[in-house]
């Protein structure tokens, strides 16, 4: 089995900055992709940005220009800088992972889900 635990989210003014963390453990053989996806209150969740083992990035527009992705293949951790943050970012900020197990089996993973709100 493979744990996402998130951490770094809170309460920021707009045009504040955050850091999201996302360290995965367990039976990991290896990590493919990893991202951040979010979810306001009554909408659906939504990309925010991926990033591949080998450091190819993905952005949602809404962010591009903002937030900067990155990971720690040794350390198996993904961050989320954000900067210059909005009312609109406010929600709850989930981890995601494909991992692969002892058995080369790739499979979905989803963190816990981390709240980041942002006052106006």
């Known amino acids: 089995q493979v744990q996402l635990v998130e951490s770094g989210g809170g309460l920021v003014q707009a045009g504040g900055s955050l850091r999201l963390s996302c360290t995965a453990s367990?039976?990991?053989?290896?990590?493919?992709?990893m991202g951040w996806y979010r979810q306001a209150p009554g909408k659906q969740r939504d990309l925010v940005a991926t990033?591949?083992?080998?450091?190819?990035?993905n952005y949602a527009d809404s962010v591009r220009g903002r937030f900067i992705i990155s990971r720690d293949n040794a350390k198996n951790t993904v961050y989320l800088q954000m900067n210059s943050l909005k009312p609109e970012d406010t929600a709850v900020y989930y981890c995601h992972a494909d991992v692969s197990n002892s058995l080369g089996i790739f499979n979905s993973y989803w963190g816990q889900g981390t709240q980041v709100t942002v006052s106006s």
């Open positions: 367990g039976s990991i053989r290896s990590i493919r992709i």
């Open positions: 990033i591949t083992a080998g450091g190819a990035t």
